[in-house]
């Protein structure tokens, strides 16, 4: 049996459980004269074994040990040794021992976690088992003592319970955190990293600290079950990937596993069917616009690897029609500057410069290349053919100075790989994609304006006229600015396995290699 020594602030000594239970045999007797009803806890002092005695003091003293041995550093394992540190109350173990809880946090582990494509060894299912059954047989030793095997339990129970409900509600991965610390903006010169380009910049649910003591508190409530139930993710296009597992080869296996967390990750802005919007897949290079009862598609051009197009969600707030490119200053610095002087060079590409403080534009050259790299000066490029961004932006807030637009190399499209952008999305049909972004389809004369600011043939009769009436080489700027109202949701994403219309999964390349960085994190699951 076991006994309960000085238990969390309870009276000192030892108390075996069979005198409870003899007293309350006592106290049910029907009035019945028994020895037994004489006994008192006095009586049972040689009943006590040491080995038997649960002490919580030991207790936390194995749990230190614990936390100190485990090098594991995956979100729930930090959460799991930060709530011990902070001396929170058992969550597993009490003055009876271990409970059936225990049972169904194991069940519920056998039945899922090979199924979602993890080791039950990751979660130590194999040794929370092997402790359960010696606290039950009061199988213990020196090495095994009740209080090492309770630690155990209590340590390991919270680190597999806290592993699975968070990375089935959250993500086993943290894209944050990976994605943002894998390009250095800057090295030292060893070549170390200074600085890390951002590359996610998505608005998502984490698990605070919030977040685990609730979920730890489901075990003590008795609503484990319950809880185990609602943590798993019901997305269709992850049950779609999850089914394709058991017959995965290694490669397919591991594509899996990576979308499919992407897919548990908890985006507070999702995609939602009953709404317009646009989604950019970078693998993919492809831009789908949605609404209820409208989809078409085209391809895009992204990112380069050195300037990846960022992961984002925003909206679109307003279209530019022959828009001015002000120069980023990475490209002044990389490609722009080491021509400073060469007005020739300036006038080719009609790119002007202008003082920042007064917007005074100034003779390219008398602009060295030390005033270039100043700051002092911004270079742009003048609206119209021929401009890197084509005849149309399409612009949202965001912190990268990324935006969708036209492009003045069209054959770029005929590429299959379309990493070509300083981080920007060209799009193959602009026109039709500001068509789709109008709240409702214009009159045939305000397409015909948007068409001729654009160097479009007009449609209509009354655009036709117009140009026919154009003085020669006048340049119309029928639309400057058009507003998108309401805002369209936009989505620029990046799955290696994507569902494309009709709800088919295809397949994509790792262009950025984010799958591998991915798997690296996952690898800790699969061990």
């Known amino acids: 049996m076991l006994h309960l020594k000085g238990w969390q602030g309870g009276q000192k000594g030892y108390y075996p459980l069979i005198a409870l239970f003899l007293l309350l045999v006592s106290s049910c007797n029907d009035g019945q004269q028994t020895t037994v009803g004489q006994v008192a806890l006095n009586d049972f002092t040689s009943l006590k074994c040491e080995d038997y005695a649960l002490s919580a003091r030991q207790i936390r003293e194995s749990l230190e040990h614990l936390l100190r041995a485990d090098a594991d550093v995956a979100t729930a394992d930090l959460r799991a040794k930060d709530y011990y540190r902070h001396d929170q109350p058992f969550v597993w173990i009490d003055r009876l021992g271990v409970d059936s809880r225990a049972d169904t946090l194991v069940a519920e582990l056998h039945r899922r976690v090979t199924d979602m494509g993890f080791t039950e060894r990751s979660f130590r299912v194999a040794q929370i ?47 944050d955190r990976i994605l943002n610390r894998l390009d250095a903006s800057e090295t030292d010169s060893l070549g170390r990293p200074l600085g890390y380009r951002n590359l996610f910049d998505v608005d998502m649910e984490h698990p605070g600290k919030y977040y685990e003591y609730a979920a730890l508190r489901k075990v003590r409530n008795d609503s484990l079950g319950n809880y185990l139930a ?14 394709r ?14 979308n499919m967390d992407r897919r548990r990750w ?15 897949n970078v693998p993919a290079y492809h831009l789908w616009a949605v609404s209820p009862d409208t989809l078409f598609d085209m391809r895009a051009a992204c990112g380069a690897q050195k300037t990846k197009t960022p992961l984002l969600t925003s909206q679109i707030t307003h279209m530019e029609v022959n828009p001015q490119w002000l120069i ?15 007005s020739s060079y300036f006038a080719r590409h009609r ?23 100043s700051g002092n000066y911004r270079v742009g490029q003048e609206g119209g053919e021929g401009n890197a961004l084509g005849r149309i932006i399409f ?16 054959g770029v499209f005929q590429r299959d790989d379309r990493g070509v952008s300083h981080g920007c999305v060209r799009v193959q049909r602009p026109f039709d994609l500001a068509c789709f972004l109008f709240s409702e389809l214009p009159d045939e004369w305000t397409l015909d304006k948007l068409r001729i ?31 998108v109202s309401p805002r369209v949701p936009l989505y620029i994403t990046y799955y290696t396995l994507f569902p494309v219309p009709g709800g088919q999964l295809k397949t994509y390349p790792d262009v950025y290699g984010y799958d591998k960085v991915l798997a690296e994190a996952l690898a800790t699951f699969r061990q």
């Not at 059954?133 to 095994?144: G, K």
């Not at 609602?230 to 089914?243: A, F, I």
């Not at 403080?357 to 005033?371: E, F, I």
Request: hydrophobic letters at 35%.
């Open 351 to 373: 790119y002007f410069i202008a003082d920042r403080k007064s917007g005074q534009r100034l003779n390219a050259r008398s602009v060295s290349r030390s005033q270039l790299l």
């Open 328 to 342: 980023p200053f990475s490209i002044i610095k990389n490609d722009i500057a080491r021509h400073a002087g060469d």
């Open 453 to 483: 600011t654009m160097g479009m043939e007009p449609q209509s009769e009354k655009g036709i006229k117009y140009m026919a009436d154009l003085e020669p080489d006048k340049k119309p700027q029928l639309i400057r600015w058009q507003s």
């Open 266 to 280: 908890r985006e507070r802005n999702r995609v939602c069917s009953a709404q317009k919007y646009v989604v950019v």
């Open 395 to 410: 612009r949202f807030p965001n912190n990268f100075s990324v935006f969708l637009h036209d492009t003045s190399s069209p």
């Open 245 to 258: 597992l058991a017959s995965a080869d290694d490669q397919q296996r591991t594509r899996l596993l990576v």
């Open 129 to 175: 088992e092997s402790d359960l059954s010696r606290m039950r047989r009061l199988d213990f030793d020196a090495a095994n003592s009740a209080n090492r095997v309770a630690a155990r339990l209590e340590y390991n129970l919270t680190k597999a319970y806290l592993r699975y409900v968070l990375g089935q509600r959250f993500g086993f991965t943290n894209p």
């Open 230 to 243: 609602e943590v798993l993710p019901d997305d269709d296009v992850y049950l779609q990937m999850k089914q």
